[in-house]
């Protein structure tokens, strides 16, 4: 049973730091497409940023020189450190695998980031 487990989440004032962590059971994050996504209350999820199986990098717009995902392949978990933080960047953080075509991708249950002006 493959399980995505995030942590880290939490209040802070605009312009702070939170760093977010993801860890994976069944699954191998190093093969995989991964990805960082948000929810703000009463907008459609939002992809964040994502990382590719040979380690390509990519991010929103709203999020480039303040967001950074990483991943250790050791571990098997997956990072998104988070500085100068927003109010726009409250939400809920969801950690997501994106699978081959025909079956369904992971996603893990999501953490809570709100920030405070």
């Known amino acids: 049973q493959v399980q995505l487990v995030e942590s880290g989440g939490g209040l802070v004032q605009a312009g702070g730091s939170l760093t977010l962590s993801c860890t994976g059971s069944g699954t191998i994050f190093s093969i995989n497409n991964m990805a960082w996504y948000r929810q703000a209350p009463g907008k459609q999820r939002e992809l964040v940023a994502t990382?590719?199986?040979?380690?390509?990098?990519n991010y929103v717009d709203s999020v480039k020189g303040r967001f950074t995902i990483s991943r250790d392949n050791a571990k098997n978990s997956l990072t998104l450190q988070m500085n100068s933080l927003k109010p726009d960047d409250t939400g809920v953080y969801y950690c997501?695998?994106?699978?081959?075509?025909?079956?369904?991708?992971?996603w893990g249950q999501g953490t809570q980031v709100t920030v405070s002006s």
């Open positions: 990382i590719g199986r040979l380690g390509a990098i």
């Open positions: 997501h695998q994106r699978n081959p075509a025909g079956t369904p991708d992971y």
